[in-house]
């Protein structure tokens, strides 16, 4: 059975203060794997798309890297704006996306 | 501006009612879905339709149905054999094939009174 975990659940940091977020997974055929925020009360918001080990995709402070085990959010020297819940899905077949629970960030002024 | 209009925001329910939760696209995505998120969980896939007039069970069909009869729109419904329908409800859409990502509306919270 195609799993996603997330580590930490909730992470808080002080502004600046940079971090990684974890998404570990087992799948028997990884295809993809996805990267949202979502805001309280808001839908996802799409970040980045991973396709296979080695990869890295960077969008402002954000930056995300995929191994054959797990995938981490690198956020460098964050503001209180980047808080928000952080999710990680993998495509698994027929486009189906199966989501992890989630690390809420929250980072402090 | 494209999107994924989703309405209403908030939905309230009446015990033995069913309800309709509306979703529309006008990004010419060919695959539309509907997940539940509950507080603290992940998404969890109810149904998913990769082209008109034809649609898939995700993990949690029981209690829905849908319908789609047209590109643009997927509605939900929620039976009233759905036995604990409380909780935010999100519509996606996407390109098919692989790696395509999805792309969410702002949801609807259903409450039942």
């Known amino acids: 059975e195609d799993q996603v975990t997330q580590s930490p659940e909730a992470l808080r940091l002080q502004e600046g203060e940079s971090s990684s977020l974890n998404c570990s997974y087992t799948?028997?055929?990884?295809?993809?794997l996805f990267w949202y925020r979502q805001d309280p009360g808001k839908g996802p918001e799409f970040l980045f798309t991973l396709y296979s080990a080695g990869e890295e995709k960077e969008k402002e402070r954000l930056k995300a890297t995929l191994t054959k085990k797990e995938s981490f959010l690198h956020i460098t020297a964050p503001k209180p704006e980047d808080s928000a819940t952080y999710l990680c899905a993998l495509e698994t077949s027929g486009s189906r996306l199966t989501f992890g629970e989630g690390t809420q960030l929250t980072v402090n002024p | 501006d494209g999107g994924i209009t989703q309405s209403p925001k908030y939905l309230f329910r009446k015990e033995g009612q069913n309800v309709t939760l509306s979703c529309e696209q006008n990004l010419n995505h060919d695959a539309m879905y509907w997940y539940r998120q509950d507080p603290g969980q992940g998404l969890r896939l109810i149904y998913y339709?990769?082209?008109?007039?034809?649609?898939q069970k995700g993990d949690i069909a029981e209690g829905y149905s849908v319908s789609r009869e047209k590109k643009e729109s997927f509605p939900l419904t929620v039976t009233s054999a759905q036995k604990n329908p409380t909780a935010f409800y999100l519509c996606?859409?996407?390109?098919?094939?692989?790696?395509?990502?999805?792309?969410f509306g702002d949801g609807t919270r259903l409450s039942i009174l």
């Open positions: 996606a859409s996407s390109f098919r094939g692989r790696n395509q990502p999805q792309h």
């Open positions: 799948v028997s055929g990884l295809r993809g």
């Open positions: 339709s990769q082209i008109v007039n034809d649609f």
